[in-house]
């Protein structure tokens, strides 16, 4: 379902673009670094970023903080990768990361996932 949903927003001309620099790094600390570093509006610039670490970066760490940005972006696009991951990450720390940015998000369909 996910992908699916990548596909459309990726149809739509939605494409992850990298504004801000570090979050393409090859070093998982410079990634982590970038995402720190990111401020609110930054956050929504590159919210089709977030989405792809959160899925899919090989660092389990990154992937985890990079869920944890999406919660307060309060953009509902992001309730179904985090409800993806609440209930298929093996790890608690991942699980309740997902639970804190769903709660995060503020919007109904984020409510009835928790």
Known sequence: MLLSMVGIWL???EAPVVSEPGLGDPNPED???A???LEPQGVRDNLWVLIDMAQDDPEPTVRRLAMGLLGP?????VVPLLQEA????????GQLTAATALGNVRHQDACVVL
Not at 73 to 77: L, W
Not at 86 to 93: C, F, I, M, P, V
């Open 86 to 93: 609440l209930g298929n990450w093996r790890d608690t720390s």
């Open 11 to 13: 149809a739509c001309g």
């Open 35 to 37: 995402l720190y570093a």
């Open 31 to 33: 990634r982590k670094a």
């Open 73 to 77: 972006s309060e953009d509902p696009r």
